[in-house]
């Protein structure tokens, strides 16, 4: 119910622009998130943002170089990534979660629906 696109392989310092498509249900009322998982690691949140698009949050290595929006129109929630690095290599993946949720640590509530991931690689 959630398609990733966008990924590939980039150099550093480069762009990309990771695109989660929702069908069979809209997602409007449910915060969205890009997590990401590189070989050896843990899963981390990216990104995510609000189910109102009221908030968004960000995890302090990708703060001032990523972007989370989001088109409930077109229920659609984007990740734009600047000046891209290699340790931005991961597999990574959108999930949605939350629903109404409003409280400061909604993006902690992303966990309902997942992606099956799009991988971006950085090369130095």
């Known amino acids: 119910q959630l398609v990733e696109s966008g990924g590939g392989l980039v150099q550093a310092g480069g762009s990309l622009r990771l695109s989660c498509a929702g069908s069979g249900r809209s997602f409007s009322s449910y915060a969205m998130g890009w997590f990401r998982q590189a070989p050896g690691k843990e899963r981390e949140l990216v990104a995510a943002?609000?189910?109102?698009?009221?908030?968004?949050f960000y995890a302090d290595s990708v703060k001032g170089r990523f972007t989370i929006s989001r088109d409930k129109g077109k229920n659609t929630a984007d990740l734009q990534m600047n000046s891209l690095k290699p340790e931005d290599t991961a597999t990574y993946y959108c999930?949605?979660?939350?629903?109404?949720?409003?409280?400061?640590?909604?993006?902690?509530?992303?966990?309902?629906?997942w992606g099956q991931g799009t991988q971006v690689t950085v090369s130095s």
């Open positions: 943002i609000k189910w109102n698009g009221g908030s968004t």
């Open positions: 999930a949605a979660g939350g629903r109404y949720e409003d409280g400061s640590y909604y993006y902690k509530t992303i966990n309902d629906y």
